[in-house]
């Protein structure tokens, strides 16, 4: 008598368990690179909690008890579900190809469509924690009503919309070379689109503006979901026209997507050596002929400007740091200067353009410097790479002060483009014989910073915190500190600004520029000074060259 015997079909699980283990694994790797949590969480609820200390929450209808903040959730809902199956996507499909991953599953028995359901099932599920964020925070703090009667039409809208995101994510992934390229791309597109759609801009968009926004998914989706949680609006909330935009975009992704993908990362172009010269006989040299040359130990001077070509490369070859610190200030200055004029500001006397340079490269400075160094330097730490540096002749000191230079010259860039930009197209006026105290506040203001991070890097455990933790700082201070100006800030948000370093450096370079005249705020230096010698006491105790072991 025998015993029974299974088949191997009979042990090979079920699609469904395959695709919930997918999107388990997924949503796992994807939050440990802190990544999607800065933009799918911490960047829709900053601007949601900025926007709700800027407009206050009035009562508009004191019958119906509807409050501001009513028309304000819907957008931080449409940032998070674009941020979370956008980049989200992109991100994951291009790392698993630079990796090799998609290359080995592709010789497994497990279906593609199940791995690209768990990718896409990842998104949904950082979609969804994000709409659920958004929402408990509106209803909690701001007193936002669901309007049930649109509740039906709402999650319709939001399921295109996600469907939508992650088929364009797929197609970036697609396109992109690498996933460094893929990650910038997905991230720049994304915040590119919510400029152009009005995401981030006070008042109405132009007309124009309005219509080139119309034709890309974002601001159909934005629209549609202000308008279903608006009690005002009479019917069921259906908007096809949205509807049919979204999924236009989804199936273009798609067949981009199907077009365009490949398992393998893209084969570098290898250059072809050239044929070796014929060996001709030659004297061979005497034992008196050779001497021994000593080059000697490089300088200090050799050894820093090395530092500094070495980081300036790095910073050029990362299309992310190149958009964050260059590309999207000068972009935001343009863009917002386009659409709402140079009107002055009011009791400061600075022109509006010149306060929106003045805060667009105080922020590329800070990303520089506050984010991209000490990212960069605990990086490096991590890999031992910090740890090796006490055997060669460089010290750590020339370490860290070429990063922070290579911070300096992007400042500089920056500053010298959104100026240019501003002067020759904009019309901003400029007084340039304060440029030589522009340039010195911008030293000042990138050394403080650059401490700032070293501290930071100093007291996180590793290099992702480091960045995740640099950039929810930074993005919250941003708006306190006349870094993205609002039109008009609570007096106590500017009080608790002017102890910040931002503010004054933003302040700095536009009173250092303005047509009157170039003019010092002693106070604001020495806020910049104190928090540079404090920063820099804490780096010193904190900072480590081993990495976290624990």
Not at 268 to 293: G, N, Y
Request: charge should be positive.
């Amino acid at each position: 008598m025998t015993a029974p015997t299974r088949t191997v079909s009979g042990l090979r699980p079920r699609a469904r368990r395959l695709v919930l283990d997918q999107v388990v694994h997924a949503t796992r790797e994807l939050w440990r690179t802190r990544v999607v949590f800065v933009f799918t969480f911490l960047f829709p609820l900053t601007w949601l909690i900025v926007i709700g200390f800027l407009a206050g929450n009035a009562t508009v209808d004191g019958a119906g008890g509807v409050r501001v903040m009513q028309f304000v959730t819907p957008t931080a809902i449409a940032m998070g579900v674009l941020y979370a199956a956008f980049p989200t996507v992109a991100i994951s499909l291009s790392t698993a190809r630079d990796q090799k991953v998609l290359k080995r599953v592709h010789g497994t028995p497990l279906p593609a469509w199940i791995y690209f359901a768990g990718r896409i099932g990842s998104a949904v599920a950082f979609a969804v924690g994000s709409v659920l964020t958004m929402l408990l925070v509106g209803i909690v703090a701001y007193d936002v009503q669901i309007v049930w009667r649109t509740a039906l039409a709402t999650l319709v809208t939001l399921v295109v919309g996600v469907a939508c995101f992650a088929a364009l994510g797929l197609a970036v992934a697609a396109v992109a070379s690498s996933a460094a390229v893929a990650q910038a791309a997905s991230i720049a597109g994304a915040v590119v689109l919510g400029f152009l759609s009005g995401l981030f801009t006070v008042g109405e968009l132009p007309g124009w503006a309005s219509a080139t926004a119309s034709v890309f998914p974002l601001k159909p989706f934005t629209d549609a979901l202000r308008h279903q949680f608006t009690p005002f609006h009479p019917g069921s909330g259906w908007d096809l026209g949205a509807l049919g935009v979204l999924f236009a975009w989804g199936l273009a992704g798609v067949v981009i997507a199907t077009l365009a993908f490949r398992w393998e990362p893209a084969r570098r172009k290898t250059r072809r050596a050239a044929p070796a010269a014929p060996v001709l006989p030659v004297a061979r040299p005497s034992a008196r002929s050779i001497r021994a040359s000593a080059p000697g130990r490089p300088g200090a001077a050799a050894l820093l400007l090395a530092q500094v070509r070495w980081a300036l490369l790095r910073t050029w070859r990362d299309p992310g740091s190149v958009f964050f610190t260059v590309v999207m200030p000068v972009a935001i200055f343009a863009f917002t200067l386009t659409i709402t004029g140079g009107a002055d500001t009011g009791a400061t006397g600075v022109p509006f353009g010149l306060f929106l340079a003045a805060g667009m490269t105080t922020w590329g400075t800070a990303v520089a410097s506050f984010v991209n160094v000490p990212g960069t330097v605990a990086v490096a730490r991590d890999r031992g790479v910090l740890k090796r540096l006490r055997g060669t002749p460089l010290p750590l000191r020339l370490h860290l002060a070429g990063q922070t230079a290579s911070a300096l010259i992007v400042a500089l860039l920056t500053g010298v483009l959104v100026l240019g930009v501003g002067t020759v197209f904009l019309d901003v006026p400029v007084s340039f014989t304060g440029v030589p105290l522009a340039i010195t506040l911008l030293v000042l203001g990138t050394t403080t910073l650059a401490a700032c991070g070293f501290a930071l890097a100093g007291t996180l455990p590793s290099s992702k915190a480091v960045t995740a933790v640099g950039l929810g700082i930074l993005l919250p201070l941003s708006f306190f500190s006349d870094v993205f100006p609002t039109g008009h800030t609570p007096a106590w948000m500017s009080t608790v600004g002017a102890f910040l370093p931002l503010k004054h450096l933003a302040n700095g370079l536009a009173d250092a520029l303005a047509p009157g005249g170039p003019t010092v705020n002693w106070v604001g230096v020495g806020v910049l000074v104190a928090w540079l010698v404090a920063a820099a006491l804490l780096a010193a105790r904190t900072f480590r060259m081993d990495g976290d072991t624990t």
